[in-house]
């Protein structure tokens, strides 16, 4: 058990339908991380949320968004879904990306399986 | 840019004997290795990271990583395959981005062992 929590496990919705996928980081850590894994593009990072604010985009479509609350709990929204958004989404959380020292070891939640009918 | 690429999409070993996973990176700068294991139906698990600490590195599981400067490598190795090795197998690269602000990861694509009985 890795302590980042995710929720839910499974989703299953239509096209065009609008969701929210919940990550709760490990105590202490100020960095969330969303990535997505397909089949077709693999594992790819989205976005990086530190202590609230935004810290880094990867390839994330504008349909889709994500938050950092104050308690540092994230939220990812993916709006107008398409059949092509189906694929498991992880949260990984760190400490966080101290400037000029080696890599804070990033922390992988169980995924959300989001499956568009 | 930073990139790793996985030799072998697939590799079959029958129990017992030793493991290979071959990965080679790219990096501007010395680079932070990882190599997670994500297990069927499970979230990604660390197996062990290289942070320029010592060339060889020793991971969970009976699990060890040579970083190769020269050859630009980062395979994995087990002396003994288990049934239980059997799952697929990612070699990450960090990338720190523009001022070391973050430490966003480069997955492979991925190598599925199989270890027959």
């Known amino acids: 058990d890795s302590g980042v929590t995710q929720t839910p496990k499974h989703l299953i919705t239509a096209t065009g339908q609008r969701v929210t996928l919940r990550c709760s980081p490990r105590?202490?850590?100020?960095?969330v991380y969303w990535y997505q894994q397909s089949l077709d593009q693999g594992l790819q990072f989205l976005i990086q949320y530190y202590n609230g604010e935004e810290r880094a985009k990867g390839n994330i479509l504008e349909r889709f968004s994500a938050q950092q609350f104050p308690d540092l709990h994230s939220e990812l929204n993916l709006s107008s879904l398409e059949l092509g958004d189906s694929a498991l989404y992880f949260c990984a959380s760190s400490v966080h990306p101290r400037r000029g020292t080696s890599t804070d070891t990033q922390y992988f939640g169980p995924g959300t399986r989001l499956t568009v009918l | 840019a930073q990139s790793v690429t996985q030799l072998d999409s697939h590799v079959s070993v029958s129990e017992g004997t030793p493991v290979l996973l071959r990965c080679n990176y790219s990096?501007?700068?010395?680079?932070?290795l990882f190599w997670y294991v994500q297990h069927p139906n499970k979230g990604l698990q660390l197996l062990l990271k290289y942070t320029s600490a010592a060339t060889l590195v020793k991971g969970i599981n009976g699990f060890e990583a040579e970083f190769k400067k020269s050859e630009t490598s980062f395979h994995l190795t087990k002396p003994s395959a288990h049934m239980s090795d059997a799952a697929e197998y990612f070699c990450?690269?960090?990338?720190?981005?523009?001022?070391?602000?973050?430490?966003?990861?480069?997955f492979g694509t991925g190598t599925l062992l199989a270890v027959q009985p």
């Open positions: 990450v690269v960090s990338d720190r981005g523009y001022g070391g602000a973050t430490n966003k990861l480069i």
């Open positions: 105590s202490g850590d100020l960095s």
């Open positions: 990096s501007s700068y010395s680079p932070s």
